[in-house]
């Protein structure tokens, strides 16, 4: 198999905050579903603005993707690498803790909050394929996000820099303009 990129330096301290954001939105959410599903307040609300650290992480992860994976654009044999990695690294742990929620939601209905619990609900779930209802897992939508970026990246890597390049500077562009609300898109339909 084809290295998928040249040896580069480390980035621990990115790697470092990257963390930190993650644990925030765990926190984040670890107090909303105690407020939703207990009625409780957790950490007196202390990690309620947790919720920006889903940001921070999409542009750490995208900046040491890009970083890591950089030598590989435009050359297609290493997509299938490219591909495989990506999908080894979300699909099994997502699929264990999704379906591990299935079967309390199952045990524990009331915990639920009136999800779709059925068989073609949770394939649609595990395979983190956008839809109008809540995942089984609800941070699942976060990971579809992802893959649509592992996805414009599995572009870059299959077309010639030349081309890759301008398709992912145009991609930024257009998000930075989203962000600034000069240009405005309708919210996904699997959105939160």
């Known amino acids: 198999m084809t290295q998928s990129s040249t040896p ?3 980035l621990n301290l990115l790697q470092v905050y990257r963390g930190i954001a993650a644990v ?3 926190m984040v959410h670890l107090n909303q579903m105690s407020a939703e599903r207990l009625n409780q307040v957790t950490f007196f609300n202390l990690f309620k603005a947790g919720w920006s650290g889903v940001d921070y992480f999409f542009v750490l992860s ?3 993707m890009v970083y890591v994976h950089r030598s ?3 050359k297609k044999d290493q997509l299938k690498s490219f591909l495989v990695k990506r999908a080894v690294r979300i699909y099994p742990i997502y699929w264990i803790i999704t379906l591990t929620v299935w079967c309390l939601f199952l045990v524990i209905p009331g915990f639920a909050n009136n999800k779709d619990l059925s068989l073609g609900h949770v394939i649609v779930s595990l395979l983190l394929i956008p839809q109008k209802d809540k995942f089984i ?3 699942g939508w976060t990971l579809t996000y992802e893959i649509y970026f592992y996805l414009l990246f599995s572009i870059a890597i ?3 820099p030349k081309h890759s390049v301008p398709l992912l500077s145009a991609w930024l562009l257009v998000t930075i303009l ?3 609300k000069i240009v405005k898109f309708p919210p996904p ?3 939160c």
Do not use: E
Request: glycine share 8%.
């Open 8 to 10: 580069h330096k480390k």
């Open 24 to 26: 925030l939105v765990v």
């Open 62 to 64: 995208g900046f040491i």
């Open 72 to 74: 590989a654009i435009g």
């Open 137 to 139: 897992l609800d941070v």
């Open 158 to 160: 299959w077309l010639k």
């Open 178 to 180: 989203h962000f600034r």
């Open 189 to 191: 339909i699997f959105c």
